[in-house]
């Protein structure tokens, strides 16, 4: 078919392709849920049921209560053993307790459960569900009856509790089907789900939580029993992994004091940590009258009630549970100092029992009838410890693994904001609060400020470890007293996060010239010398024989091209890279690797894709000769006609003149579009400059530029056997088809110097021609990549990019991406993303988004 012919085709009936790929879309999207129903029966079937239970029994518009009709379907002490109903383990399984409770069952059934589903089959998820469920539910109520019957302060106080919840079951098949995952999923499925039912025990701790534990230890065993496998290995976690199921951990504990705030209110060992996020009822104007008259014994506990209203206040309360998350993302990212403050801020979280259970711990014994009491305390106050101590260890155990420090400069950086935030907003609260010693309640004394300056910058738990508290009345320092404590912190957490961002990646002279001599030995593939661009930085193997460019974004190691070493080297390169990124806590990206390289990926467990096609060209069998090359050959002609001159030369070379007319010509492209130009594997004018790098120019009779073109050198044992196309860019004005006269008079000479590949380079997104016999039923990753090349057609023209190069008859190869976890696929495609654009601005991006709509 000729172009006009595929001109034709394409522009006829504009409603036509619309309405198709409506219609291609309704029926993908009909295949996707047909194949989900085959997947997940078991779990769409539980979905519609407690759907409908919850309309029968009138949970969804009206929570079940005490009384109500819903109990006769409710576990629990009164329900299944006192009033006999023995059917209930079997009924909370399916009747949600509210409104809320509905959405979250079905929301997990239809995700978590068919997640589960595609493991176990249908069959044994029916009975995982059944099996867990009830026993867990059974196995609760009787310890709960037994421990209630003994005087135990948890069984007592929910003894009259019941239970509607079928995530019960949905945590035991899931930790049931966790059995038959790979060792990867296995491990990350248990760890969470353990630590998630932990802290909701430990922190909420109503008898739902507990059934859920009970549920979740059960699949543990009822999948060791349908594994039929004996025990499983243990399988040795990698850096990066270890990181991240430990940051997953220390996150789930920061959240922990919050869930004590969930309904119906929190029974767990660690609950009474709600009290630092409530703020008492007090009448501040009345307590700050009466105290400021007469100092009573009881105004030091009201004026600490009082120092905890406010907005400020309330901020403080809530920073150990910012700086467990703030440590969590550090630790994810490898970064030492993460680890230290993780330690820090568990350190100080061991006081907090003390702190906020404060006078109401008694743990006298007047009689025999009150140790049972009293040792009961002692062990929910030891419980309290637990989790920091819990948490600290696992730091400590893992200490190893955090190892990357920022560089020295960051480092100083990070202290000199934090101490001189610090010092600033401590000295403007000093000299406000001596200037106004007699307007606190009560009257301060210099010792009295310069205490209360250092409680300004501690959280609301903690002030009654730091003497008599002092209430300033003057405005202006009771705006300082409620704020300069949170906006250090504030200041402190962005400082932080600076911190973990700085990481040294530079590259030095004797590293790129270390990096072209492994080059010119051969290795890189066609695209290679890209890895010299501004951007990237280098690894060298133990040895200096291999190397590989990178650049990181996001914590994202994106390689580029093939790595540089000799063919044999290659599976032992990529996995000591490997092993580097992992050392680093990066996620490595082998992007734009051709074919040849996909075993050692593979061998590895990585998935794979395709990221477009290369083009290329044999200079030593290239002719015009025949009607595929009718269209470049009337073009080379009309050139030949016109007498445009060609020269072959490099940016040094070249006077400054025609330097001159290179970089207008490149301005002119560039200012006549409104989008982000784009980086990382397209180059600008900069890279032309390179000596490596050769320029085929054309030049009208009158010497005038027409078009310039750039060629990337590969090499094989020191000498240059190809050259890749880059940089191209014609005149206004230029001759009709110039672009094919230049690369069709370029692949001439080389063709005469003895090049053995001419690379029209990479089509992003591009799929090279398939015989209608051979294609294969497309995955889902292509169908979205196909929907990313038809969306960024309009902006970038990726399609007709591959057109034009078509019309040299290349061999096609495509190119690839390997990257090691689908898990972080977003992640990758957004430092991608980046990479290609790495100084767009605002401006530019509603441009594209213009453009893309249009």
């Given at each position: 078919m000729s172009d006009a012919d595929t001109d034709r085709t394409t522009s006829a009936s504009p409603d036509a392709p619309a309405s198709g790929a409506s219609g291609q879309r309704g029926e993908g999207f009909g295949r996707m849920l047909a194949r989900y129903a085959q997947v997940a029966p078991a779990s769409i079937a539980l979905a519609v049921v407690v759907l409908a239970t919850s309309i029968v029994t009138g949970t969804l518009w009206s929570a079940a209560t005490v009384g109500g009709d819903a109990l006769v379907w409710a576990a629990g002490v009164t329900t299944t053993i006192r009033a006999?109903?023995?059917?209930?383990?079997?009924?909370?399984?399916?009747?949600?307790?509210?409104?809320?409770?509905?959405i979250v069952v079905v929301v997990l059934a239809l995700t978590v459960m068919a997640a589960a589903e595609r493991l176990l089959g249908t069959a044994r998820t029916v009975l995982a569900f059944l099996v867990t469920g009830v026993?867990?539910?059974?196995?609760?109520?009787?310890?709960?009856?037994?421990?209630?019957?003994?005087?135990?302060?948890?069984?007592?106080?929910?003894?009259?509790?019941?239970?509607?919840?079928?995530?019960?079951?949905?945590?035991?098949?899931?930790?049931?089907?966790?059995?038959?995952?790979?060792a990867l999923w296995r491990r990350r499925i248990r760890l969470l789900t353990f630590a998630v039912?932990?802290?909701?025990?430990?922190?909420?701790?109503?008898?739902?939580?507990?059934?859920?534990?009970?549920?979740?230890?059960?699949?543990?065993?009822?999948?060791?029993?349908?594994?039929?496998?004996?025990?499983?290995?243990?399988?040795?976690?990698?850096?990066?992994?270890?990181?991240?199921?430990?940051?997953?951990?220390?996150?789930?504990?920061?959240?922990?004091?919050?869930?004590?705030?969930?309904?119906?209110?929190?029974?767990?060992?660690?609950?009474?940590?709600?009290?630092?996020?409530?703020?008492?009822?007090?009448?501040?104007?009345?307590?700050?009258?009466?105290?400021?008259?007469?100092?009573?014994?009881?105004?030091?506990?009201?004026?600490?009630?009082?120092?905890?209203?406010?907005?400020?206040?309330?901020?403080?309360?809530?920073?150990?549970?910012?700086?467990?998350?703030?440590?969590?993302?550090?630790?994810?990212?490898?970064?030492?100092?993460?680890?230290?403050?993780?330690?820090?801020?568990?350190?100080?979280?061991?006081?907090?029992?003390?702190?906020a259970l404060g006078g109401d711990i008694d743990l006298r014994v007047q009689s025999i009838e009150s140790l049972t009491p009293a040792i009961e305390v002692l062990l929910w106050l030891l419980a309290a410890l637990l989790v920091p101590i819990a948490s600290i260890a696992l730091l400590i155990a893992t200490r190893r693994q955090f190892q990357i420090r920022s560089p020295r400069e960051a480092a100083v950086r990070f202290a000199i904001i934090v101490f001189c935030t610090f010092a600033l907003l401590a000295l403007a609260?000093?000299?406000?609060?001596?200037?106004?010693?007699t307007e606190f309640v009560p009257d301060a004394?210099?010792?009295?400020?310069?205490?209360?300056?250092?409680?300004?910058?501690?959280?609301?738990?903690?002030?009654?470890?730091?003497?008599?508290?002092?209430?300033?009345?003057?405005?202006i320092v009771v705006v300082l007293y409620h704020w300069v404590g949170p906006v250090f912190w504030i200041v402190f957490i962005f400082a932080t996060l600076q911190l973990y961002r700085a990481t040294f990646t530079g590259r030095t002279l004797a590293d790129e010239e270390h990096f072209r001599s492994l080059l010119r030995q051969g290795g890189g593939g066609t695209l290679g010398f890209m890895g010299t661009w501004p951007g990237n930085v280098y690894w060298f193997s133990s040895d200096g024989e291999s190397a590989i460019a990178y650049r990181v974004i996001n914590g994202i190691a994106i390689t580029l091209s093939d790595?540089?070493?000799?063919?044999?080297?290659?599976?032992?390169?990529?996995?000591?890279?490997?092993?580097?990124?992992?050392?680093?806590?990066?996620?490595?990206?082998?992007?734009?690797?051709?074919?040849?390289?996909?075993?050692?990926?593979?061998?590895?467990?990585?998935?794979?894709?395709?990221?477009?096609?290369?083009?290329?060209?044999?200079?030593?069998?290239?002719?015009?000769?025949?009607?595929?090359?009718?269209?470049?050959?009337?073009?080379?002609?009309?050139?030949?006609?016109?007498?445009?001159?060609?020269?072959?030369?490099?940016?040094?070379?070249?006077?400054?003149?025609?330097?001159?007319?290179?970089?207008?010509?490149?301005?002119?492209?560039?200012?006549?579009?409104?989008?982000?130009?784009?980086?990382?594997t397209l180059g600008g004018i900069d890279e032309l400059k390179d000596p490596d790098v050769r320029l085929y120019l054309a030049f009208d009779p009158d010497g005038g530029l027409q078009a310039v073109t750039s060629w990337l050198p590969s090499w094989r044992d020191g000498r240059v056997v190809g050259y890749t196309i880059d940089f191209m860019r014609r005149a206004d004005g230029s001759m009709s088809g110039?672009?094919?006269?230049?690369?069709?008079?370029?692949?001439?000479?080389?063709?005469?110097?003895?090049?053995?590949?001419?690379?029209?380079?990479?089509?992003?997104?591009?799929?090279?021609?398939?015989?209608?016999?051979?294609?294969?039923?497309?995955?889902?990753?292509?169908?979205?990549?196909?929907?990313?090349?038809?969306?960024?057609?309009?902006?970038?023209?990726?399609?007709?990019?591959?057109?034009?190069?078509?019309?040299?008859?290349?061999t096609y190869e495509t190119i690839y991406m390997a990257y090691p976890d689908p898990v972080a696929l977003p992640a990758i495609g957004n430092a991608i993303s980046k990479a290609y654009l790495p100084d767009a601005n605002a401006r530019e991006y509603v441009a594209l988004a213009r453009t893309l709509i249009r």
């Open positions: 006999g109903f023995w059917w209930t383990p079997v009924t909370a399984l399916f009747v949600p307790e509210d409104l809320a409770q509905t026993l867990g539910v059974t196995v609760g109520v009787l310890l709960q009856w037994g421990a209630a019957s003994i005087g135990e302060l948890w069984a007592t106080v929910t003894e009259f509790d019941f239970t509607l919840d079928p995530t019960v079951g949905i945590v035991g098949t899931l930790i049931t089907a966790s059995a038959f995952a790979s039912v932990l802290v909701f025990v430990l922190y909420n701790g109503d008898q739902n939580n507990v059934y859920r534990l009970i549920a979740a230890l059960l699949g543990l065993a009822l999948g060791a029993l349908l594994r039929r496998g004996g025990l499983r290995r243990l399988h040795r976690s990698s850096h990066a992994e270890t990181r991240t199921l430990v940051a997953a951990v220390i996150a789930i504990t920061a959240f922990g004091p919050l869930l004590a705030l969930l309904p119906p209110g929190g029974f767990g060992p660690l609950s009474f940590v709600a009290s630092l996020f409530e703020r008492p009822d007090v009448d501040v104007a009345a307590v700050m009258a009466r105290c400021d008259v007469s100092y009573t014994s009881n105004c030091r506990s009201q004026l600490l009630m009082v120092s905890v209203q406010g907005a400020g206040p309330l901020l403080l309360s809530v920073l150990p549970l910012a700086l467990l998350l703030l440590t969590a993302i550090g630790l994810r990212r490898g970064r030492r100092f993460a680890l230290i403050l993780g330690i820090a801020v568990n350190a100080a979280m061991l006081l907090l029992p003390f702190t609260y000093l000299i406000a609060g001596l200037a106004s010693l004394t210099v010792a009295d400020v310069f205490s209360s300056t250092l409680r300004r910058f501690v959280p609301a738990g903690f002030l009654s470890l730091l003497g008599t508290p002092i209430v300033p009345t003057a405005p790595p540089v070493c000799r063919p044999e080297r290659a599976e032992r390169t990529i996995a000591e890279f490997v092993q580097f990124c992992d050392a680093n806590s990066w996620t490595p990206v082998f992007y734009s690797i051709h074919g040849a390289y996909l075993p050692v990926f593979h061998a590895l467990g990585w998935p794979t894709m395709s990221v477009g096609e290369e083009t290329l060209m044999h200079p030593q069998t290239f002719d015009l000769v025949g009607k595929p090359w009718q269209k470049v050959r009337q073009a080379h002609n009309r050139g030949v006609k016109a007498r445009i001159s060609t020269l072959w030369t490099t940016w040094d070379d070249l006077s400054p003149l025609i330097q001159t007319q290179i970089a207008a010509v490149s301005e002119q492209w560039v200012s006549e579009k409104e989008l982000p130009e784009m980086g990382f110039i672009m094919e006269f230049v690369i069709a008079s370029a692949a001439q000479h080389m063709r005469d110097e003895g090049i053995e590949v001419l690379s029209l380079s990479g089509a992003p997104l591009a799929t090279k021609p398939i015989d209608e016999g051979d294609a294969d039923e497309p995955t889902a990753m292509d169908r979205l990549l196909a929907f990313l090349a038809r969306t960024l057609e309009p902006a970038y023209g990726f399609a007709s990019l591959f057109s034009f190069k078509s019309k040299f008859n290349p």
